[in-house]
């Protein structure tokens, strides 16, 4: 029976990446930097999971002769930009720039009044989780969500399976009771690799990716309500497949 829905935040919540674009764009001229991303190369890199992950990244490909820098150096460099970027985020989002994906309140809303029992898993931070869904569900939206597993819980960032399965952990449910949601590959694998069956909703940065296993793969859960899923759900003969 289908007892629980577990939901990532960038891009399956909400369509943030253009948001978190600028905000690193700005950051890096807040910082002096003459780093610019487009969005080429921001789909690129997004095949990184996390953003100091996606700075030091960017970093080792445009200062490969710089190898030698002192650690301590390159770790202040990243978190000085990262909570820059941050704080350009935060303020982008409570200006109106980032707004829920259809249906997802919906969902949201239909989810509860039927008993499912609802969490997040996510490689973003706390404060973007909570500067997007306090301006999108108002300041008790984590009374919506049980179980909250983020970048501060789950350091292995997807396409490892660690924050699925600490979350699945903290609800006390087996794989086989519960639906991920996701929108890009590296999100689909950390939920099958704990064994989720998964619905995905690619967005403009993901729609090219492959989505081999999906449960569904949809345009955005507008329509989607739970008779739906729990429909797909009694289609899974089998849990998902565990990654090695």
Same mark, same amino acid.
């Given at each position: 029976m289908l007892q629980a829905l577990i939901f990532d935040v960038d891009g399956t919540l909400a369509d943030t990446e253009r948001a978190h674009l600028a905000a690193f764009n700005a950051a890096f001229a &807040?910082? $002096?930097l003459d780093w610019h991303w487009d969005e080429a190369r921001y789909t690129q890199l997004l095949e990184v999971s996390g953003g100091k992950e996606r700075i030091a990244h960017y970093w080792a490909q445009v200062n490969a002769s710089r190898a030698d820098i002192d650690g301590t150096e390159l770790r202040a460099l990243i978190d000085r930009l990262h909570e820059v970027k941050t704080a350009f985020y935060e303020e982008a989002v409570r200006q109106g720039a980032v707004q829920l994906r259809p249906g997802v309140l919906e969902l949201i809303d239909d989810a509860r009044r039927s008993? #499912?029992? #609802?969490a997040i898993a996510t490689t %973003?931070?706390? !404060?973007?989780?909570?500067?997007l869904l306090r301006g999108a569900?108002?300041?008790d939206w984590q009374l919506a969500f049980e179980v909250i597993e983020d970048a501060s819980t =789950? /350091?292995? +960032? +997807? /396409?490892h399976p660690q !924050?699925? @399965? @600490? %979350? #699945? =952990?903290r609800l006390q449910l087996p794989a086989t009771a519960c639906l991920a949601f996701e929108d890009s590959a590296n999100g689909l694998q950390a &939920?099958? $690799?704990a064994g989720l069956a998964t619905i995905v909703t690619p967005n403009a940065f993901t729609a090219h990716h492959r989505f081999d296993g999906a449960l569904r793969v949809l345009d955005s859960l507008q329509g989607v309500d739970v008779p739906t899923l729990r429909r797909w759900h009694g289609e899974v003969a089998q849990? &998902?497949? %565990? &990654?090695?």
């Open positions: &807040a910082e $002096g008993g #499912l029992r #609802l %973003t931070s706390p !404060v973007n989780i909570a500067a569900m108002g300041p =789950a /350091p292995r +960032k +997807k /396409p !924050v699925y @399965q @600490q %979350t #699945l =952990a &939920a099958r $690799g849990p &998902a497949a %565990t &990654a090695p």
